[in-house]
Structure formats: structure tokens, C-alpha cells
């Protein structure tokens, strides 16, 4: 089955301590997303990459960072700089050149700093 | 500044009882309207997409339509599993990047 999957679910890390989530999918997508969503709000796009080797800061990327070094895969960092990383996670594929934009998903990580 | 804009925060509903949740959009330069549902606790679960003004889309009892400004989901009869967060998003001239309006609670009571 093609899919997208996050690991682990749930992450729990104390303060000041980086964490690196993981995200990889099978459906063979050039273009990858990290999303943060917060109670209340809408999604928000935290580091995208169009394609391997290449990603661009989305509209909150200060405190993250990514790496895209294989198409399936697209780590991203909570760094200890990132002031309020308790959220949950989101990451997402699409193919561009099919349906332009249209995003699958991944289950997702809940992340809780103390 | 592209903007999505979802109403109401949050719909309680009968089952049975049709109703619409709205979608208003400023984007420049539309390259698709999409709509999400999402289960607490779990990613987005793709729904539709719509490209241009007048189109719509159907799927069980949800149907989608979109005009220059706003979309709107229409949930027909609903049933109490119907009960989620629905989401709406919109691509616009940056390439490949989505903004999502804050969500509409969808509560339908047996």
C-alpha cells in the first residue's frame, strides 16, 4: 500500500533537548511539506522541498530545520531555539506535475515539550 | 497575502439535518480550492479539489462547489460518523504551497 507514514506518534522530550521527527512516503512524490497545527488554528507550512537536495522556509520555519536527501524522506528537526514546540506535526507528499498542489498526509506526530 | 477563511468555527447538527460550511478565499491567481476532513488526532484525509468557478464535486453525501470568491460544502443528511473537522486550502501563484483556513467542527448528533 502507497502511503505516507510518521514516526513515532507520540514524542515527548524535555526542554532544550533537539528532536528530529521522521516522515517518509511511498508514493514515489517529488514534493514534500512539514505543517504545524495548534488548537484552533489551520495548518501551518513550517519547510517544504520541490524536490531532493532543495527545500525553502514555508511561514514559521525559525526553531525547525530540514533535510531532504532522499525523495522518500523528510526529516525535520525541533530544534531548542523553536520557543513553543508543543504541537502536532504534520507532514505531507504531492505530485506537482499530476494534480497540481493536491497534498496527501501523513497520520502525524504529537509532540510535547516540558 | 493569500487568505482562506472557514465558517462556522463550529456547526452542531441533527442527524438528518442538511447544512453548508462555508469557505472564503483571497488568493491570487487560483490554482485549487481542496477540502480536508480530519478525525481528531490524525492527518487530513483528502477530499476534493476544485479548479474553476462553477465546478462541483460530489462524494456520498458531501457535495463541493466553488465561485470566484468562496466555496461551500454541502452535507446532505448527514449521519453522526460524518462528525469531524473539515478543512479548506487554497494554491495560488507560489508553486506548490497551500494556505488552510482554521477548520469548521462538524458535531451531528444521532
Known amino acids: 500500500d502507497g502511503g505516507i507514514t510518521q514516526s513515532p506518534k507520540y514524542l515527548f522530550r524535555k526542554e532544550g533537548q533537539n528532536v528530529t521527527l521522521s516522515c517518509e512516503q511511498n508514493l514515489n512524490h517529488d514534493a514534500m511539506y512539514w505543517y504545524r497545527q495548534d488548537p484552533g488554528q489551520g495548518l501551518r507550512l513550517i519547510y517544504y522541498s520541490q524536490i531532493v537536495n532543495d527545500f525553502q522556509k514555508g511561514d514559521i520555519a525559525e526553531g525547525y530545520s530540514v533535510s531532504r536527501e532522499k525523495k522518500e524522506s523528510f526529516p525535520l528537526t525541533v530544534t531548542s531555539a523553536q520557543k513553543n514546540p508543543t504541537a502536532f506535526y504534520l507532514c505531507a507528499s504531492a505530485d506537482p506535475t499530476i494534480r497540481n498542489y493536491e497534498q496527501y498526509f501523513g497520520p502525524g506526530t504529537r509532540l510535547t515539550v516540558t | 497575502e493569500d487568505q482562506v477563511t472557514q465558517s462556522p468555527e463550529a456547526l452542531r447538527l441533527q442527524e438528518g439535518e442538511s447544512s453548508s460550511l462555508n469557505c472564503s478565499y483571497t488568493?491570487?491567481?487560483?490554482?485549487?480550492l481542496f477540502w480536508y476532513r480530519q478525525d481528531p488526532g490524525k492527518g487530513p484525509e483528502f477530499l476534493f479539489t476544485?479548479?474553476?468557478a462553477g465546478e462541483e464535486k460530489e462524494k456520498e453525501r458531501l457535495k463541493a462547489t466553488l465561485t470566484k470568491k468562496e466555496s461551500f460544502l454541502h452535507i446532505t443528511a448527514p449521519k453522526p460518523e460524518d462528525s469531524a473537522t473539515y478543512l479548506c486550502?487554497?494554491?495560488?501563484?507560489?508553486?506548490?504551497?497551500?494556505?488552510f483556513g482554521q477548520g469548521t467542527i462538524l458535531t451531528v448528533h444521532p
Open positions: 488568493v491570487s491567481g487560483l490554482r485549487g
Open positions: 486550502a487554497a494554491g495560488g501563484t507560489s508553486y506548490g504551497k497551500l494556505t
Open positions: 476544485l479548479y474553476s
